[in-house]
């Protein structure tokens, strides 16, 4: 079988023009979810495409279910602020840990706050090319949902997808990886259920994968709470490219397998009587591929707790690099040099570096490798999707592009609606 890319073919037909409005999201997880809301109340018809069956990203279909920082789940500016009072009503926050959720409960709030504020939803919906012109304009996205190829019309457009699906799309460009050459490893989240002994469990049959004797032999394993008498297990996956069809379709079958060795060594060396519950639908990706912006956010303005003139954005978490090609609890630093001080992400971060009227929020905004590993968390990754979202809505409503929005104005509405950028 022939799997090169060796050929190029020429492929194009006509699409109908079906959507079109003031700014388009690509991809609702927090990032995403976070620019729409936010853009949304500041008037702007707002259209989000999502690809799979409900919002929140690798928070709910990747199967993350906590935030960090958990020390600053305040100041985070009022969409996030919503979504905590919302899931607090629910009481489906505070399982164990004050900032672990329950998952299909965010992807309610998520959507109904989406629906409130009147986002434009599009679910099952991809978004696979784009038209750009020769300035760097994107004037419509190509999406393919059930109803077939069709066109989205928007005057600003937010990369939110992770991967940098819509930039790559528009052959702006993108990093990836650091110095190894490798993403930020990817984790399987799954969970089980605590069992009596005497109920059947589910177990490994003999000659399936390869039992682990030891817990040194095992991949790094996180467990954490999920709600009573169950817990939620992270394993780790290493060497995996999220970019690459085939790499990331190797990455899923090696964590179905692994996830099974793991439970299988918990039930029968450790003894723990867990039934597995599930498993998340896809695949965790701490780092995909970031657009290159008109500023690249390095860990060394992280280390110095830098504010810019154009922070619009704060980060708080620890640099959080899981070393990229060693399946075992190991970091690209030294213990010691994890944490770091507040710091501020600037809006040219937020703003394509090769377009006119594309900006991004969340894991694929520019940085490098050691800065987003501490910046992708859900916390900051919400506050640069309001950030995204009020310049966007600016934009939109002034008849220019971001760069033609003070940073000031964006300063200014992130603090008055209850975002600390210090
Ligand atoms: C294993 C693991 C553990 C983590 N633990 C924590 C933690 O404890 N606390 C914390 O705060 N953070 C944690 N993180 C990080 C955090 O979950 C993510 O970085 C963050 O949620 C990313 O948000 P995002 O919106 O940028 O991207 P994503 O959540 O990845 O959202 C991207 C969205 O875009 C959609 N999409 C992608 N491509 C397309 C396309 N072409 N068309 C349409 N839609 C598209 C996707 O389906 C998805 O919904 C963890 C991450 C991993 C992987």
């Known amino acids: 079988m022939n799997t090169s890319c060796a050929e190029m073919i020429n492929w194009q037909r006509e699409v109908p023009m079906r959507y079109e409005a003031d700014i388009a999201v690509i991809g609702g997880g927090i990032a995403g979810v976070s620019a729409a809301c936010a853009a949304a109340k500041s008037g702007a018809e ?7 069956a409900v919002t929140g990203g690798m928070l709910t279909t990747g199967g993350v279910a906590n935030f960090c920082d958990s020390d600053y789940l305040d100041g985070l500016g009022e969409v ?55 300035s760097g304009r994107i004037t419509e996205g190509v999406l393919c949902g059930k109803s077939g190829p069709e066109a989205l019309r928007a005057k600003q457009f937010i990369d939110c997808t992770g991967e940098a699906d819509l930039a790559r ?47 040194e032999k095992l991949p790094m394993t996180s467990i954490w709470p999920d709600g009573p008498g169950a817990n939620a297990l992270k394993v780790k996956i290493p060497m995996y490219d999220s970019t690459d069809t085939e790499s990331l379709t190797s990455a899923e079958i090696t964590a179905r397998r692994r996830m099974i060795e793991v439970l299988d060594y918990y039930q029968r060396v450790e003894g723990k009587s867990w039934h597995l519950d599930h498993c998340s639908p896809i695949i965790g990706i701490r780092e995909g591929c970031r657009i290159v912006g008109d500023y690249v956010l390095k860990v060394e303005d992280l280390r110095a707790g830098r504010v810019f003139e154009d922070g619009v954005a704060r980060g708080t978490y620890k640099l959080d690099g899981h070393k990229p090609d060693d399946e075992g609890r190991t970091y690209i630093l030294p213990k010691d040099k994890l944490k770091v001080p507040p710091y501020q992400i600037p ?23 050691l800065a987003l590993s501490s910046a992708r968390v859900a916390t900051s990754g919400s506050m640069m999707g309001q ?21 000031e104005d964006v300063k200014e509405i992130v603090t008055e609606r209850h975002g600390k950028l210090a």
């Open 80 to 134: 996030f602020d919503r979504i905590l009072a919302d899931l607090k009503e629910w009481n489906a926050i505070g399982y164990g840990k004050k900032s672990c959720f329950h998952y299909e409960i965010l992807a309610v709030v998520l959507q109904e706050l989406l629906l409130r504020r009147g986002v434009k939803l599009l679910l099952h919906t991809r978004l696979v090319d784009c038209v750009v012109d020769s």
């Open 387 to 407: 950030a995204a979202g009020i310049t966007a809505a600016l934009s939109a409503k002034k008849g220019c592009d971001p760069r033609g929005i003070d940073p």
């Open 169 to 215: 799309a528009a052959g702006f460009e993108t990093i990836k990886g650091g110095s190894s050459g490798y993403q930020l490893p990817m984790s399987l989240m799954y969970f089980v259920r605590h069992v009596c002994s005497d109920e059947v469990e589910l177990h490994l049959p003999d000659g399936w994968f390869n039992p682990v004797e030891r817990k």
């Open 347 to 369: 809006l040219r971060s937020l703003i394509a570096k090769d377009g006119k009227n594309v900006m991004m929020a969340g894991r694929c905004f520019s940085a490098d490798q």
């Open 46 to 52: 707002v259209i989000l495409v999502e690809r799979f």
